[in-house]
């Protein structure tokens, strides 16, 4: 057991099957650590699963015993879990997948979605928390996890807290985007009009880019569109600020300077590749392939067009190019296609089973999100048995982070007064 300030950790590693459909084959290794207050570290206490958004993000680092953990450790061992192809779980890199051809290398992404890291989950549950029912917290993606554990194994859980994170059960990646294109030109337009000088400083940025070969720090040359790509950060709390001062450090006289470069790098590098490559593949439920909808749906605004006048930024979307362009993307290109041209991808969640589920479900919806779309998550939170929704104005997407005591505080209190907690 490892000290931290208020805080004892223990580490886990478990070997799970690459392929749960073939659990004698071929192994991975998923890596989780456990966290609890230093003053409760001999109590019997309930578990916390904690599912990360995403998809393919490795848990939090912890510096100490603040934020939404410092609340959850109060009452919970919470049990901090590497996504498989993350963090410290057999890792899903350029490096590793070294080797493979395209269609092994689609072959095997498809194995690193939400039925896949539920199954891990359920393998952690045996051999970490022998094998009691715990309590999930799930934090976008999380709350994509959640629903499909709710579907596969809800007799392993006990309550489910959910925050910024209902997925539309049946929505095509076409209605996502739908929705979120017209939140994300709203979102550019705020941002405008917050720093009304930062339009003419786009585009003197995006035209020094067309008129001159930029490079970043790892050599991939910078254009308009990974530029643009800065349209992430508009989902998060402080993402007006955190661009704002971006640009502010743009310019060394004529050129642009390294600190902007080293920036813009750093938020799009996009070194947790799954995240990349998997993105639109959480929708594929059967049906049409995703075929790189975000793309298909940018030529339905043509507000996004590189000329247009202002410039926008785009948001959560993921392009083609960027599997050309992106150095960490660039082994995953070819098998990229291919899962955007998938068909047969297996259901997700079983709306049946949803629908008379028993296991209490609390969720935190913000109507603002840029990431996920509050008018599918309002939907879904009405066709899940016993599933209470606070829709939660005033916040973003990252709000677990920001104001986690607040946030998780309140749907642990929608459950304390519910009388689910026992």
């Known amino acids: 057991m490892i000290a931290h300030p208020g805080l004892r950790f223990t580490d886990h590693t478990v070997p799970v099957p690459l392929d749960h459909r073939r659990p004698r084959g071929a192994a991975i290794e998923v890596f989780a650590?456990?966290?609890?207050?230093?003053?409760?570290?001999?109590?019997?206490?309930?578990?916390?699963?904690y599912l990360q958004g995403g998809p393919g993000g490795k848990s939090p680092r912890p510096l100490g015993a603040d934020g939404w953990l410092g609340h959850a450790v109060r009452t919970h061992r919470v049990l901090l879990l590497d996504q498989r192809g993350t963090g410290r779980s057999t890792p899903l890199t350029g490096r590793t997948v070294k080797g493979f051809?395209?269609?092994?290398?689609?072959?095997?992404?498809?194995l690193f979605r939400a039925d896949s890291i539920v199954a891990d989950a359920e393998i952690l549950r045996a051999t970490v928390a022998g094998g009691a029912r715990w309590d999930t917290l799930g934090q976008s993606y999380g709350g994509f996890l959640t629903l499909t554990y709710l579907s596969a194994a809800p007799e392993a859980l006990r309550t489910c807290y959910i925050t910024g994170g209902l997925p539309g059960l049946t929505a095509h990646a076409d209605d996502v985007y739908a929705l979120t294109y017209p939140k994300v030109a709203a979102r550019n337009a705020e941002f405008y009009r917050t720093f009304p000088d930062a339009a003419a400083a786009v585009r003197r940025i995006a035209d020094h880019l067309t008129d001159n070969d930029v490079r970043l720090p790892d050599g991939d040359r910078l254009t308009v569109d990974r530029f643009r790509l800065l349209g992430m950060l508009f989902g998060l709390s402080t993402g007006y600020?955190?661009?704002?001062?971006?640009?502010?450090?743009?310019?060394?006289?004529?050129?642009l300077s390294d600190t902007f470069l080293a920036e813009v790098w750093r938020q799009t590098a996009f070194t947790d590749v799954p995240f990349a490559a998997l993105q639109e593949c959480t929708f594929g439920q059967g049906g049409p392939p995703t075929a790189w909808a975000a793309d298909r749906a940018r030529h339905d605004h043509p507000e996004f067009d590189a000329g247009a006048d202002p410039l926008l930024f785009t948001?959560?979307?993921?392009?083609?190019?960027?599997?050309?362009?992106?150095?960490a993307l660039r082994p995953f290109?070819?098998?990229?296609?291919?899962?955007?041209?998938?068909?047969?991808?297996?259901?997700?969640?079983?709306?049946?089973?949803?629908?008379?589920?028993r296991v209490p479900v609390f969720a935190a919806v913000y109507p603002d999100d840029v990431y996920v779309p509050a008018e599918l998550s309002l939907?879904?939170?009405a066709e899940v048995g016993n599933l209470r929704a606070w829709v939660a104005d005033g916040y973003q997407h990252d709000a677990l982070r920001t104001d986690g005591p607040a946030v998780l505080g309140h749907l642990m209190g929608m459950a304390a007064r519910s009388g689910s907690l026992r």
């Open 315 to 327: 948001g959560e979307m993921m392009y083609p190019w960027m599997f050309r362009e992106i150095a």
């Open 241 to 255: 600020a955190q661009l704002h001062w971006i640009l502010d450090e743009a310019w060394h006289g004529a050129e």
């Open 101 to 110: 051809d395209d269609a092994d290398l689609a072959a095997y992404l498809k």
């Open 379 to 381: 939907w879904t939170a």
């Open 33 to 49: 650590r456990e966290v609890v207050a230093a003053d409760r570290a001999g109590d019997d206490l309930p578990w916390l699963l």
């Open 333 to 357: 290109a070819g098998a990229a296609d291919l899962l955007a041209a998938t068909v047969d991808w297996p259901p997700l969640y079983d709306r049946d089973r949803l629908a008379d589920n």
